[in-house]
């Protein structure tokens, strides 16, 4: 809902922060969190507080805090998951 940053350096703070990531196999994952950085050219981004993690085929993880590696495409949690399955 809110951004503030600088162009010029490429880093970005977020709040509300809702961002779709796709697998290899263009499975859809939503992440969403209370707030997020997007830190400079890497285009890697950390998401903090009350971070959830719904996949298209109906995972749901939850944690304090959460890190998206853009070279590597991988997201890893420095903070305890919570995971649930699909029904």
């Known amino acids: ?3 503030e940053g600088s162009q010029q350096t490429g880093k970005w ?4 922060v ?6 290899q196999g263009q499975i ?3 992440v969403q969190g209370d707030r997020g950085k997007i830190l400079g050219p890497s ?7 009350n971070v959830n993690v719904e996949s298209a085929n109906g995972y ?11 070279s590597a495409r991988v997201l ?3 903070s305890l998951v919570q ?3 699909p029904p």
């Open 18 to 23: 809702k961002v779709q990531f796709y697998t």
């Open 83 to 85: 995971m649930q399955g």
């Open 1 to 3: 809902n809110q951004a």
């Open 76 to 78: 890893t949690s420095p």
């Open 43 to 49: 285009r890697d981004l950390e998401f903090e507080g």
């Open 28 to 30: 859809e994952f939503v």
């Open 13 to 16: 703070t977020l709040n509300q």
């Open 60 to 70: 749901q993880f939850k944690t304090a805090k959460l890190v998206y590696d853009a």
